[in-house]
């Protein structure tokens, strides 16, 4: 990774005993942890610990930019995923366009941590916020920000702040379109359509380009949620062609986002289609989870995406983070407590799957196929397995999560780890 | 609240802009927060915020205080609820005599704000962590730890690692005794007896008390429940005296110890009946979620407390923590978008519940009964409301909570506030 001084001091800030994964009895500087020695297995730290595997990233990112390079898209990662400014230095230094945030507090983060662009996928409502935004950019000539607009009343206050605010500048603004049933976004080609004349007659807005997400439908029935997905996606760039075919696009560029990280593949192929336009078109994919994908929901999703693509994904994303736990106790045969809880692991989705199991001292982790994980309290796990299972007291247990961003949400910091769980690093996130 | 030097630092340190709940464009020291003139109402933070209303949380660490007394019991609040210093010292200021912790980062917290007695709810098993334990126990003769055993494994342990760490002192260890199909804890008379025996046959340990939990049980089979809550508590005071026959006690007294927020009533009822031992009995409850109780899981258990006695309990815990959302869009007629979500509220229970909405501007919050959340995204709440509710774009919502540990971890900074919500301090959690 690259760094900035505000990353430099971030990593050589001092740790205090009482951090969550490192078992400190005394102050450590951060930029110290890889002389540690430090390695998951050998039963030495204080578990539960977050570890991301550093081979894993490093193959996520390259496969997300050659993905998008070769489908001509730019990458503005979510990073409300991981609110890690190393993670994000790491998405930037893989060439990545922006970095896309959900609130201004987050997008604060970004900036204090040398993020130069982003992309606010939302559109923000509270004056404290629009002002804080418009201060950045009345201060700081070198940043820059997209936002979202889906109603009149969110433009109106966007101009008003900005007029009084940041007047030298025009904040360039994305109209967002949704489904009838989803989540925010004008409902609708008309809705749409009036938005962005209304954007582009505030004097203090130009409208810059279209938005929308279609990553949320995920449920059980794939065929209504591919149609939603490519309903949303059509509309889109319909949007887009009639926003420039009514001069409505002001500045060198149109730009065009979408892509979680459930459909980027529907997404990049769409917006491949779009051509013909007044002027560039700049295609934007957001995913914020490809990055460490997960055990669970995505790399379910991931599969998908092999079953349509075939060659291109067979080596694609891989999951990056691995939780490990120790057993604390194994009071009934068929039952093992685990140090993790819902205060360390995502649970929205599913809970955790136990993937392996290591006794300290022994060669290398054993398969844990045969368990489960039934229950999470705050501070504990149940674990399932059966009664003849060896698991004893003072073991590990490595879980994959399903869902990476209520997982980072639940760890200031997390380790880095090689290929043989020796820990070469931490990231840092704030949430 | 009073103050030692490390709480009068935190109180003192720097906020930076990107913390979430405050509208900060430069860095502002968090004394100087109740400077600001801030009220949530008055729509100018950025939303959501975390409220916690001051004199509610007198009111609750009085009547707990007096609950207390009245029992005969002595409080140790479970600290892993809120993990705030500024809380903890609330609770001791009333009267605690510890703060429980779950695991040995939380308690190397709170020893770092200037916690001078702890019981650890959990046996730790990890090699750090006992070391780390003990580390403070050999360094700080002022400090003292009550930690469980469930087994002998763990009982080894911990003796061996203060013979070699700290061998001038001996650990005060409770017997940890569950039920089947429970948590963690030795399972039945016989599994605690043995393991008492172990724990004062071990030359660095002593046997200073018994330990269980009750909380867990809050399902929808109440009777079921309250059997085994009954249950639990039977075997615990005939191991006590069990174990005070067979002379395995060591120390001027003995712990009994129970009692989460769900049926602290039951437990100190159990616990008053345990006397005619050979030296004195100190009770301790460990409830945590009284502070703040809740507006869902907590409230109907005081519900239920207050059926069982009446008078006593009527002016009992109130719920103390709001969060405040701002209306984002409203893009259909029945639904409303609020900047809230998995990364802001508790949902493991129940979905957060509106409770008023209010435009900044008006005179006071207007009930918002007939209004629900259906669902959370990580950054959004999905708000289902009749159509034709006036509630537009820029209003604000404010939502309790069902779970108060699964919602504190969301929050860095905690906002305190007066009865017309101007906002006069903050508090920290470390999670």
Redesign the interface.
Known sequence: MSANPSLLALQSQTL??????L???APLRQDQIAAQGYNVLD?????PVAVLRRSTLEHNLAWMRGFAEHAGALLAPHG?TTMSPQLFQAQLDAGAWAITL?????L??AH?FGVRRVLLA??P?????I??LA?LLRDDAGFDAWVLV??S??AA?LNEVMARTAPQRRLPVLVEL?L????????GLDAGLRLAREVAAAPQLRLAGIEGYEG?WTGADRAADLARVHALLAQMVELTRECDRAGLFDGDEILISAGGSAYFDFVADAFAALDGLSRPLKRVLRSGCYLTSDHGLYHGLQQEMRTRHGAEFRHGLQPALELWA???????PGLA?L?LG??DAS??VELPRPLQWHRPGEAAPRPLREARIGKM????A?LELPPEHPL???DLVAVGISHP??TF??W?LMLLSDDSYGVTGAINT??
């Open positions: 205090l005993p009482g951090v969550k994964g078992p400190l009895q039963g030495r730290l204080s578990y409300k959900a609130t201004i507090p987050q604060r983060v204090r939302n559109q409502v509270a004056y404290a916020d002002e804080s201060a889906d109603s009343a969110g206050r949704g009838d049933g989803g989540r925010t976004g004008a409902r949320l120790m057993v604390q106790s194994r009071p009934e407590l140090t819902k205060r649970y929205d309290n705050d501070q504990h149940y004893q007291v003072g961003c209520t949400d639940k200031p704030f949430f």
